[in-house]
Structure formats: structure tokens, C-alpha cells
């Protein structure tokens, strides 16, 4: 999606420059930096308590929808959305040289509308590459992994939008029903007492997701185009996901080729790591060398749908010289990336030449990468972006393979200083007008997003972008809410990011803490999605989407009823909320201690909270009219009285009962 | 203002369990863990390039409000807010046995209307110990600390609040008006422009921050109760600030002493790290032993407003035990601490007896350990809590000091599924109530708020609070947005701490990752800092606050002109910019250079975006109509033209001049 803020590229190779990959760096948080292998091991390994466990489908049976349960200590399991893909379950035997299982292979051939066919040739600088015998080393490791592409049988047309549209529910939108409801079966307790529920009930802003998501539904979505289920007929791999605004929101995380290829395994791993850490999607942002042969390694390895910036590629292809782009050379590009089963591209038809001036005044001018290549083609052509005059002949590429449109946001703010400005939004009312032509031809679209906003503009961001491009999903990066913080906009991006989420956006891409400075690591992928998957999460909840706010219930629950073990491992991030808890108490029986380490064994308020229950639960059982007393004083609590004088003499006969019972603080614990 | 909430309160003492210190705590992220020695340097070092500069006044030409100045390479100078004290000013010699230099002591006097007495006492008990010989040991570090106490005269009132409503502006009053303005030359080279500052405007929601903070503004905003100036006539070391809806948004980090207390530059090394990473107040939440003498060493050593809950030091004089607490134990305790010093008390007389058992049906209880204690002690002696009869008798007692009342949400929601319910409510118009008694005498109040609260239900807090209470100063823990994520509930709370500051919250209290889970550590305090002064920020901006937004825009200016070292040191933690940024390009070359990490020196789009400046420039010094081009090209953005006749025939010959100039996308570097 973008490009100054895009991790890792190894743009320093050709200075020779030392540049770490995006594994290998040692973060500054890492003691003892893991060797691969055990970075492998570590990114495999099931999450603490948790078995991986699938759905079936019902118009398709066969359906296997992932879901990873959380073994609870009282017995209760809880089921949360899974994108770690076979990975995490160890009854899958993974092997990157061999690719993951092929579970759509079957629906795709069921449709019986696509064939396969001896696609493009690879070239030698599809890798970047001069010399045949270094693509051929590379390619060797990519010998399993080689499929014959599958394309639209002549004339026709595979998109998922084009089949809701005329009425069919394929097996990925049954898929996607069944993955966004999740099992409720386990959310009942949650969702039970009537007062909470509707007093905690979301507030949509326009979103209307229903208590239920059937495969109807999700048709209807996809038909009236808002929203997408990225899954090109080249990627059999995927396990299919989906993206707009009345779904949960979700997560997009940027990878990296590294500056020197050091296989399969490595480059394979930064993927495995993102979706570990909960990214719905990934973007490979490479550039340079063995970029071609890497996504080969990626899609075939990838449970979650891959989008690119075919840009990227093309601009590689032309030894970085924008001017010599040529319309011809990027719709092979996009050929060659189509077959590899690319399930988004980033298109920056947006950027049109008028446009480019508008930016002049700004305070940071263009910073997409991909805004820039075009603005400057543009310049030195004098000549309309070719994206935008080419336009339907990219949807007829995207329909013949299913590739989704993100429509790039190539004059996007780079700063607080130039949030909805002219330039932005004059983009914003192009990717419109796209919009419908896209849609004319059946090609699922979504529209990227800004960037830098201040809170009070984030809105009308997403006013704007329902209203020009008619509900399309709308994907934005952060926004970051203020500048002022290099090193934590994973922070001031997660704000922007959860509130815009709230308001209607249906994917966030993540920013790491390294953004606007270097290469993010392993740990900074993992604290961008920490971030990110806490802004999507807080936003399911604010719009209401009934399959969120169980998960809060059962940590709560479990953080009041002293359960630690399930605190940690209902939360997103398990081993982290162990860590920090060891370094105060790091003794197994803490973790079975009736009492936190805030507060200690001497006073706990959350014991105390038991003794007003037991108070409480006396005075009921005498019979008293306590519901009646509290009421009242509820509805006249500014008044000085309170109870009624019934309510009062039995409260204080259970007072005394109660000091006599020993209403001691300290709470005694059981030696270790 | 919190329990479970509370940091580093030595619990674990009772049981011998080593209970590490806040900051000798080895975080993860500390590879070698610095000494005592070297923490002290660390905290002392004034931040790169900056420099600790003074403001006169105007009614009082004597004051000198401090503004850090920060040096940029291209000869401007950036002035911002600084909380860090004398400590961060090499010319003035700080030694924590000796205290602070006392700036206010001069207009305490002159006000004419206090007098020094002899203070209540020392006891045994007010630090928790047995034997005197133990307690002799610890006064000796605390000798040149020791002041004699100053109260008003018989009767009279010495609050900023009684000073304001009787028409005067006090020397407090005009430092914190000119602490809010900042120095304005500087901001004016990014607020010249007339359609950037109408496009970004605030968005105040009800607040009215002039353009200009007059001392006047100050007092009226005292008088009318819609702001505090905490500052206690004992507390003559602070340096004035303010907490209220159109002022800055505070933050306030809370501190807590040793389980073994380290000595006088232990505890106090706390409080000045806090104070160097932005905390506006420090709340010392100290329990067990040694709490006396450490409120000592910290009061007399801090710039900042010393803010407490009382109720935590009585009912350590009570062994723990809360029903027996008594009104007189609590009143000399009150009186023990406003002798020395502390400018704010958290007061939880909002805990009422009818609203006890409106807890019972929570998910979550009673998680405030102040709300608690006053449960616990109104349920066994089945009798009204005991600050909310005595109310007043506290309110003669906080005026006779200048104490501000910060009343406390003893029954705030503790997870999701407790927000906005019936106790929370009751309690607080309860605390709407004890507000217009304290105000009744001239008293300054804040009124603390939530805790857990989903997006869509903040703005409804602040409703409320800012309805029941009259527009008194908000002061909110957070809220978190999900309870989801143990370890990263900085951020789950940053993300409800900005948008409530936005809504009119005054004063932030932050959360350290460690929240739930353990005492924070040096690193904990700091990563909570840097979420809250984000939060704070981007709540400054989006209310419109006039002296906020300058330093993005400074930022972002040194980012797009690839001023790296200026981006550093205009951001909230220059350090960890250099670091993140020295991972990559380690080289003093690449600070310099006119690239980023991120892309590098091949493609870059800032430098495009220089090429885009310069062929409009030279479009423009032709004469031709290019602004009216861009015009109507903006006007119509969505048709398929976009250009007249004339500029694009300008533009086509620049177009041409553009390449024959050398269109390079490789940047050409000097060798290091």
C-alpha cells in the first residue's frame, strides 16, 4: 500500500550497504536474538492452551473453517478467529518447499469456468537479475511450488462479485459466514443479562451487521460491492476472509524481500510471523533482487490473501527510471503477478496529471512511493497517468483471474499539515469514479486511505469515501494523529486506525514503531500488530459486531475470578502478559493466587467486591425488598437518605452477621 | 487515583516476598540495566540539543516560566512545554537532601494571609514502623527537608479558586497563562497559512480556548470552577500549571516507594524520570512503610503538583483493617499530609451506602481499592460513608491549605461490561453534588473518571461529568477501549485517553504496559508517558487547542528537508528516534543524507516530489495560468479533461525542459 512506509525493502543493496533482513536485526528487546530454526519452531508452536479446530460447512460440507480454541481452567473453551493458517496446527505437516494444501483447488475447478494454460515465461528480470545461472540457483528451491496458472475461460468471468451477482453463493462465501460469526455457541454467558446488552450495544454510524452472517448475506455484500473476498483462482492455498464495513475489521501488515535472499524458509517466515500475530492480510512490498521468485515462495505458503504494488516490480523492470514505464510493460506485470496468484493490487490510477500541481503548496508533498513514480511519469510525459487511461483494460486483466482493486492513494498526507487538502481529496473523488467502472465490470474494488489525520478530520475521511465511492471498503494506513512521535506510531496511527475503524473502515494497515525510520524487525511486526489488532477489535466493538465483545467477558471474568493462566491466554499477545507478570511474582502459585500483584495478599479489592456480593446475597435470601431499596435509591441518588427503612434494618442486622463472620482483609493464601 | 491500578505499592513487604523496586526492576528491554548512579545522570541530562530557557511576566516580572528550547540544524529555534524542572538546567545545582529551590515562597508571603505554626507531630505510625530507632534512621536523610508548615489565617482561605472569584490574579495565574501560550514567534512560520489553518481548524466540542491565554482568562476559568491550579501552600517548590478543558491536556503518571526503601535518591530518581518524559502531576500512591518521610523526600524535590489518596495511608495506621477506619484517624491524616505539601487529595465520598449493591450484578465489582475500603467500611458498620458526611469539615480543611479535591470514582467500571451502568452514574452525579459544595467554598475540584469504557460510550462520560458536574476539570484513567490485551494496555487506553481529552477530559492518568498484570518498571513509566503525551497531543490538536499543532508541522518539515537529526529532537523521545533509526543506516553519513531508510538513496519520493516544486515553479515563473488551471482541474476532478488549452500547452514544454534538465530517480550520495 505504500511506500515511505513501507518495512523493509532492501533498497540498500546496490551501495553495498549492510542492510539487516527484517528477521535478522536484533531488536532492542531481544536479550538473545533466535537463530532461524528456532524462529521457525517459535512461530509453529500452537499458542498457549489452544487447539486449532474447524468448522464444516452446511451448502458446502467439506468446508474446514478455522478456529483456535482457548482451553479455559474452569472448563469453558473459548473460540477466536484464526489466521495463522495450518501453521498452528500440528496436524498439518507444513513444508515451505512444498506449499500448503490446496483447499479451494476443488471449488475453483467445481465452477468449471476457468482452465489452465502454459502462463508467461519467467524472465530474468522479473528477479532483477543479469545473470541466468543466479535465477536458476534461486529457482531451484521453487521446484515443488510450480503450478500451471489458471485463468477465465475465454471472454469470462471469475470474480466472486461477478458470481454474488448473479445469484450464487460460492463455497469461499459460505467460508466467510462461517468464519466471521465464529462458534457462539461459547459467547452465550457472555451476551446473556438484557440490562448489559443493551447498554453496551454498538453504535453502527451506517453499518448494519446483522445478528447473524449467513452465505446470503455475504453475497448480498459482495454483490452490491461493499465488500470484497480477495482470493485469486491462483492462490488455492487461501483461506478465504473478508473485508468491509459490516465484518470485522481487519489487518493488514506490509513484508519484505531481504537485502540477500537467504531461502525459502527465511522469507517464508516473516509471513508465517505476521499472520501468527493476527494479520488477515499481507502485502509483500519487495523490491530489487529475486522479487519474482520470493512471491512465488509466499503465495504458495500463504494462508491469508497477498496483495502487491505492481509498480514496484514494473519500476525494477525499468532500473528505477520512471519515465520509461510503459503501459505495455506494466500490464505484463500485472500478467505475471496475476498467475502467481496475487489476490490485490494496489493500483495508483488516482494520480492524475492535473492533480500533480495541487501538491506544490504542501508541506510534504507526495510521499507514496507509488504516487511519486506516477506523479513523475505524468510530469515527464505531460501525459495522463496510463493506470487511469488504461483502466478497463486492468479490469479485464483482474477478471480473468479474480485480482481485487485497492485503489492507491498516491496523493495521500504525509503530514497533519496536509490532511484533506485539494490534492487528497480530488484522488478520492477519482478512485470513485473508478469505482463504478471497476464495478461495471464485475472486479471487487476497495479504496486505500490516509495516513496522517488529526482526530477531529478523521471522519470526514470516511464521509467522503462512502459517499464518492459508494461504500466500497475503504483500507487506510493509521492515520496517524499527530507527528510529534517518531518511534511510536504504532501508537499514533492505532488511534487513528481504531477510530476510523469504528466509524466504517473496513481494513487497517498496520504501521510499526520503526515507521518514518528504518526497517522493522521481528519485534516491531509483532508491536504493529498488537497495535493494530487492538484498534480493530476496540472498533467491533463501538459498531456492535456481535461476535466481539464475548472475548473481553470471558478476560474479564477470568482477571476477576483471580484466574490468571486464563487471562494470559484469552489475551492477544499470551506470553507477553505471562512475562510481565513473572517479573512481580514469578512463582507457579502466584498464578493461582487469589490476589494480583498490584495490590498484594494484604488488600484486594476485587475480594472485597465478594464480600459485598455476599452481603448483598444475604439480604436477598432474608427476603428483604433489597432489589426494591436499590432502585430507589438509584433513581434519587442525589438525595441524602438512600433506603427505605426496611431495607435499612436488614442491612444492618447483616451488617453485624457480617463482622461476626470476620471480615478480615488479609486474605490468607496457601503456602506454595 | 487508582488500586488495582496503582504501581509499585510495595504489597508483597508483609510476606518477605522480594518485591523488586519500580526501577531497579530489570526490564526486557534494558540489556544492562544502569545503576543508581548512572539512572540519576540519565534523568538529569537535558534531551539532545535543547536547552532549558526562562519567560518573564508581565504583573509579576519576576517569574520564570520554563520553555525547553530545542536547536535545529537550519538555525530555527522550537520552543515546547516543559514539565522536567530545575533538574534538566545545568545552571541550577540540584541536590535531592537539600529540595528544590522554592519560586513561590516570595508570593505566598506577600499574599500576607498565612502564617507558619507548628506542624502536628511526627508518629510511629505515619510511617508505618514500631520502632523509633527505625524511623530516627530515616528522618536523618529528610533533616534539610524539613520545613515549618504554613496554614491560612484563622479562617481564612488561601485557594487560587477564593483569590480568583474575589477578582485577583495571582503570580500562579499569570505563570500558567504564559506556560500555556508557549513562545508564539516561533509558531508563526507554520501558522501563516490561511487555508491550511481554516482547514485544520479544531474542532472544540463545546471548549472556548482563545487564541490568546490572558492571566485573566486564568482567573475567570478558576473562578467559573472549570479549571484547577493545584498548588498547595506548602508545595512553594512547584512551578504552576493548569488542569481544564480550554487549557493543554495533562497527563499524570502515578508513583509509588520501595518495598525496601533505597534512600532518599531512589525515591526521588522516580519522580524526576516521570517528570523528564512529560507527567504534568505525579500521584504518589505509597503504602506500607516509610510513606511519611518518602511523601517528604518526593514533595520537597518536585516541580510538579503531588497528587494522593489519603485513605491509603489511614488505613495502613489501621493495620489494613478497613471497618476500623474512624473519621478523626482520616482527618488527621488529611491534615498530616496537607502540612506537607500535597497539592491534590483523591477523595472517594462518592461511595455512597445505597449504591453499594448496585455493584453486585457487575462483571467486575469494585476494582477502585479506594472504592473498597469505603464499601467494606459501609457495609459492616452498615452506616453512610464517613467522607461524604464529613464533606464539608474536609472542604474547611482543604481551604486552609489550597489542597484540591480530586473526587474519586471509587465505583468506576472495571472491564467493558461494567461501563456506564447504574453505580458508576449514581456515584458520579453524586460527585456533581459534593462539586457545588466544594465550590460553596471556594474549594478547586477534578472529578476522576473511567477505567474500561468502549469507544462509542466515552463521549457519553464526558457528557454526563461535564452536565452533573458544571464543566469541573475531567480527570480519566484512560479509558481502555478493550479489555483484550494484558501487556499492551498503554495502548488499549491511549486510544480512549485521546478521545476523551478531545471530548473536554483535562487531565489524563496513564497506564503502563504492565497494567493487571505487575509494578512497573523504569521502562513501564516511560512507554505509559509516551502513549499519554501522544494521547494528550492529539487531543490539543483536535480541539483546537492555538499552540499545539506548530510542532507537528516543525516535524514534519524537518522530514520532508531530511533534517533527520531535527526529526529526532523534535519528537517526544529523541533517543529512541536515533536508535530505531541507527538500526538501519548506522552511519553519522546517513543523517545527512537525502534519503530515508525506507526507501533509500535509489527511489525516493520526497525527491520527487522536489522535482514536482520545481516544474510547477517554472510553470508558474512563465506566467502561465496555472493556478487558475489547477483551479478548475480541482473543480471539476472528476471529469475526464482536467487541463485548459494554454497551461497544457506550458506544461508540455516544461514537460520537455523537465527531461532535458535530467529527470535522475537515482540520487547521487557523497561518500561518507
Known amino acids: 500500500m505504500s511506500q515511505h512506509l513501507s518495512p523493509d525493502v532492501p533498497v540498500l543493496q546496490p551501495q553495498g550497504s549492510a542492510s539487516p533482513s527484517s528477521s535478522a536485526a536484533a531488536s532492542p528487546a531481544a536479550v538473545q536474538p533466535l537463530?532461524?530454526?528456532?524462529?521457525?519452531?517459535?512461530?509453529?508452536?500452537?499458542?498457549?492452551?489452544?487447539?486449532?479446530?474447524?468448522?464444516?460447512?452446511?451448502?458446502?460440507?467439506?468446508?474446514?473453517?478455522?478456529?483456535?480454541?482457548?482451553?479455559?481452567?474452569?472448563?469453558?473453551r473459548v473460540a477466536v478467529y484464526d489466521t495463522s493458517g495450518p501453521y498452528t496446527d500440528p496436524a498439518q505437516a507444513t513444508d515451505v518447499r512444498r506449499g500448503?494444501?490446496?483447499?479451494?483447488?476443488?471449488?475453483?475447478?467445481?465452477?468449471?469456468?476457468?482452465?489452465?494454460?502454459?502462463?508467461?515465461?519467467?524472465?530474468?528480470?522479473?528477479?532483477?537479475?543479469?545473470?541466468?545461472?543466479?535465477?536458476?540457483?534461486?529457482?531451484?528451491?521453487?521446484?515443488?511450488?510450480?503450478?500451471?496458472?489458471?485463468?477465465?475461460?475465454?471472454?469470462?468471468?471469475?470474480?466472486?462479485?461477478?458470481?454474488a451477482r448473479r445469484g450464487i453463493i460460492t463455497a469461499e462465501m459460505e467460508y466467510v459466514a462461517i468464519r466471521e460469526n465464529g462458534r457462539r455457541a461459547w459467547m452465550k454467558e457472555y451476551c446473556a443479562d438484557a440490562e448489559r446488552e443493551s447498554r453496551l450495544r454498538g453504535q453502527g454510524l451506517g453499518a448494519t451487521i446483522p445478528g447473524f452472517i449467513t452465505p446470503e448475506f455475504v453475497r448480498d455484500e459482495i454483490a452490491r460491492g461493499r465488500a470484497i473476498l480477495p482470493a485469486n483462482i491462483n492462490h488455492p492455498e487461501l483461506e478465504p476472509m473478508i473485508i468491509g464495513r459490516n465484518f470485522l475489521v481487519k489487518v493488514n501488515a506490509n513484508i519484505g524481500n531481504s537485502a540477500v535472499s537467504s531461502g525459502i524458509?527465511?522469507?517464508?517466515?516473516?509471513?508465517?510471523?505476521?499472520?501468527?500475530?493476527?494479520?488477515?492480510?499481507?502485502?509483500?512490498?519487495?523490491?530489487?533482487?529475486n522479487i519474482h521468485t520470493t512471491r512465488d515462495w509466499i503465495i504458495r505458503n500463504s494462508p491469508v490473501p497477498i496483495g502487491t504494488v505492481p509498480i514496484y516490480q514494473a519500476l525494477e523492470k525499468v532500473g528505477g527510471v520512471a519515465?520509461?514505464?510503459?503501459?505495455?510493460?506494466?500490464?505484463?506485470?500485472?500478467?505475471?503477478?496475476?498467475?502467481?496468484?496475487?489476490?490485490?493490487?494496489?493500483?495508483?490510477?488516482?494520480?492524475?496529471?492535473?492533480?500533480?500541481?495541487?501538491?506544490?503548496?504542501?508541506?510534504?508533498?507526495i510521499v507514496s512511493r507509488g504516487g511519486s513514480i506516477l506523479a513523475k511519469w505524468c510530469i515527464a510525459h505531460h501525459r495522463e497517468n496510463f493506470l487511469?487511461?488504461?483502466?478497463?483494460?486492468?479490469?479485464?486483466?483482474?477478471?480473468?483471474?479474480?485480482?481485487?482493486?485497492?485503489?492507491?492513494?498516491?496523493?495521500?498526507?504525509g503530514s497533519l499539515a496536509d490532511a484533506n487538502d485539494e490534492a487528497q481529496f480530488a484522488e478520492l473523488r477519482t478512485l470513485g469514479e473508478l469505482t463504478k467502472i471497476a464495478w461495471k465490470h464485475d472486479v471487487q474494488t476497495m479504496i486505500e486511505g490516509p495516513g496522517h489525520v488529526p482526530m477531529h478530520m478523521i471522519q470526514a475521511n470516511m464521509t467522503e469515501q462512502l459517499k464518492h465511492c459508494d461504500e466500497a471498503p475503504f483500507y487506510t494506513l493509521g492515520p496517524l494523529t499527530t507527528d510529534i512521535a517518531p518511534g511510536y506510531d504504532h501508537i499514533t496511527s492505532g488511534i487513528g486506525a481504531a477510530m476510523i475503524g469504528w466509524f466504517g473502515c473496513a481494513m487497517l494497515c498496520y504501521v510499526t514503531p520503526k515507521e518514518h525510520l528504518g526497517l522493522p524487525d521481528r519485534d516491531d511486526v509483532k508491536q504493529g500488530l498488537m497495535a493494530y489488532r487492538i484498534a480493530a477489535h476496540a472498533a467491533d466493538i463501538a459498531k456492535g459486531h456481535p461476535a466481539a465483545r464475548a472475548r473481553d467477558d470471558a478476560l474479564s471474568k477470568a482477571r476477576f475470578e483471580f484466574?490468571?493462566?486464563?487471562?494470559?491466554?484469552?489475551?492477544?499477545?499470551?506470553?507477553?502478559?505471562?512475562?510481565?507478570?513473572?517479573?512481580?511474582?514469578?512463582?507457579?502459585?502466584?498464578?493461582?493466587?487469589?490476589?494480583?500483584?498490584?495490590?498484594?495478599?494484604?488488600?484486594?479489592?476485587?475480594?472485597?467486591?465478594?464480600?459485598?456480593?455476599?452481603?448483598?446475597?444475604?439480604?436477598?435470601?432474608?427476603?428483604?425488598?433489597?432489589?426494591?431499596?436499590?432502585?430507589?435509591?438509584?433513581?434519587?441518588?442525589?438525595?441524602?437518605?438512600?433506603?427505605?427503612?426496611?431495607?435499612?434494618?436488614?442491612?444492618?442486622?447483616?451488617?453485624?452477621?457480617?463482622?461476626?463472620?470476620?471480615?478480615?482483609?488479609?486474605?490468607?493464601?496457601?503456602?506454595?
Chains 1, 2 share one sequence.
Open 563 to 672: 484466574r490468571w493462566e486464563d487471562q494470559f491466554n484469552l489475551g492477544l499477545d499470551p506470553e507477553t502478559a505471562r512475562e510481565f507478570h513473572d517479573e512481580t511474582l514469578p512463582k507457579d502459585s502466584a498464578k493461582v493466587a487469589h490476589f494480583c500483584s498490584m495490590c498484594g495478599p494484604k488488600f484486594c479489592s476485587m475480594k472485597i467486591t465478594q464480600d459485598v456480593r455476599d452481603y448483598s446475597a444475604r439480604l436477598e435470601a432474608d427476603g428483604q425488598a433489597a432489589t426494591q431499596g436499590r432502585g430507589e435509591a438509584g433513581a434519587e441518588a442525589g438525595a441524602e437518605a438512600g433506603l427505605d427503612a426496611g431495607v435499612a434494618a436488614g442491612m444492618r442486622a447483616k451488617s453485624a452477621e457480617f463482622r461476626a463472620a470476620g471480615s478480615e482483609l488479609y486474605i490468607p493464601i496457601q503456602p506454595a
Open 100 to 163: 500448503l494444501p490446496s483447499p479451494r483447488a476443488a471449488w475453483i475447478e467445481a465452477r468449471a469456468d476457468t482452465e489452465p494454460y502454459t502462463g508467461r515465461p519467467i524472465q530474468l528480470f522479473d528477479d532483477g537479475l543479469r545473470e541466468a545461472t543466479q535465477q536458476q540457483a534461486l529457482r531451484a528451491q521453487t521446484d515443488a511450488l510450480t503450478r500451471a496458472p489458471r485463468r477465465a475461460r475465454s471472454g469470462g468471468n471469475v470474480t466472486q462479485m461477478h458470481y
Open 35 to 76: 537463530d532461524v530454526q528456532q524462529r521457525l519452531a517459535a512461530s509453529r508452536a500452537p499458542l498457549p492452551a489452544s487447539t486449532k479446530t474447524y468448522e464444516p460447512g452446511t451448502l458446502f460440507p467439506d468446508l474446514r473453517v478455522p478456529l483456535r480454541d482457548i482451553q479455559l481452567t474452569n472448563g469453558e
Open 323 to 365: 519515465e520509461d514505464l510503459t503501459w505495455e510493460l506494466f500490464r505484463d506485470t500485472l500478467i505475471e503477478q496475476a498467475e502467481q496468484g496475487v489476490d490485490y493490487f494496489t493500483i495508483h490510477a488516482g494520480v492524475r496529471l492535473p492533480f500533480v500541481p495541487m501538491t506544490v503548496k504542501r508541506r510534504t508533498g
Open 265 to 289: 524458509e527465511e522469507e517464508v517466515e516473516k509471513l508465517v510471523w505476521a499472520t501468527r500475530w493476527g494479520a488477515d492480510t499481507v502485502m509483500d512490498l519487495s523490491t530489487g533482487r
Open 388 to 413: 487511469y487511461t488504461h483502466f478497463e483494460e486492468i479490469c479485464e486483466i483482474m477478471k480473468a483471474y479474480d485480482v481485487s482493486f485497492s485503489l492507491g492513494d498516491g496523493l495521500r498526507p
